[in-house]
């Protein structure tokens, strides 16, 4: 696999691959969301998430990947920090907002500042059009997020501050896309720094969830946990993988706003498993969302 991806980079086969990479990566990060917006607390689905694509990571970063260039430790240790704090501003999101208003704040703040980074880092520029998707993109999200604040039921007193930590964990998004970006440009193999990645961001939540979950009056089965955690595990490799890929074979900006069509999916999710309506205002939104995502990707 790390010879074929080697081997069409720069080749006219790799935007295209990009472009089907970051799409993967937005449904799948869709899935991802609601997994940590379960019945469980939020800091006890990523724990066990967390805890899940750890171990699954190990075998592969210690004896099948080439083991990282000494570059590397500086720029996982980067890594490691950014994001221990999205993390936590996730988290502290999910807590006290409502997933519908929180999650497309949190995906709408960060194309914006990823495409700016990816322009101060990497050079990456957008032609006028491109930029318009960008604005056609963020309106339908924020638009989203506004239509369901006003329709929101649950969590109503904790609004603002969850919609504060909501535009943060944006932050975060554009921060450790950028970043990240880098440090899989940087690895000599792009397999060695997603085997290692999983490994070391695996180390701290689960202890603190572990900790979280002693302190509970009433704890809740490890069973079910567990297999939240290795579904969840599983499907962050294939997302956080698909991206990463994505921002090495192509602009970093372009794959970025791809995956934020993961706001379209995590709205079908809502409607054909939690029974959730859609109606027209938010499919018009929706709509949005998914044509400034093509406007982007052909605007160039």
């Known amino acids: 696999m790390s010879d074929w991806i080697l081997a069409i980079e720069g080749t006219e086969a790799a935007p295209r691959l990009a472009m089907a990479l970051a799409l993967l990566a937005a449904f799948l990060h869709a899935v991802f969301g609601a997994l ?15 805890a899940s694509y750890g171990l699954m990571a190990a075998p592969f970063a210690f004896f099948v990947v080439p083991w990282p260039e000494p570059h590397m430790w500086p720029i996982f240790a980067g890594a490691f ?4 704090l999205y ?4 988290l502290a999101a999910y807590r006290r907002g409502a997933f519908t208003v929180v999650y497309p704040v949190m995906r709408g703040t960060g194309p914006l500042f990823a495409v700016i980074g990816a322009w101060l ?24 997020a506004l239509w369901n604040m006003a329709h929101v039921t649950v969590a109503r007193d904790t609004l603002v501050p969850a919609l504060w930590f909501a535009v943060l964990t944006g932050l975060f998004v554009a921060l450790y896309t950028t970043y990240d970006a880098y440090g899989i440009r940087a690895a000599a193999d792009p397999f060695t720094f997603l085997a290692w990645f999983f490994f070391i961001d695996g180390l701290l939540y689960p202890f603190l969830a572990w900790a979280f979950w002693r302190r509970l009056p009433e704890k809740p089965p490890i069973g079910p946990l567990a297999l939240r955690g290795v579904f969840g595990g599983l499907v962050a490799f294939a997302s956080f993988g698909s991206i990463m890929l994505a921002t090495r ?4 900006g372009e794959a970025a706003v791809l995956r934020e069509t993961s706001t379209v999916f ?35």
């Open 36 to 50: 940590q917006k379960g019945r469980h607390d939020p800091l006890l689905a990523r724990g066990v998430i967390d």
């Open 81 to 84: 920090v950014i994001h221990a």
């Open 87 to 90: 993390k936590w501003a996730t």
């Open 121 to 144: 880092i990497f050079g990456e520029s957008f032609a006028p059009l491109q930029w318009l998707g960008v604005g056609v993109l963020l309106a339908g999200l924020y638009g989203l």
């Open 249 to 252: 074979l192509d602009s970093v």
């Open 266 to 300: 995590a709205a079908a999710i809502g409607w054909l498993f939690l029974k959730e309506s859609i109606g027209p205002v938010r499919l018009a939104l929706m709509g949005l969302i998914a044509g400034g995502a093509v406007i982007v990707e052909f605007g160039g």
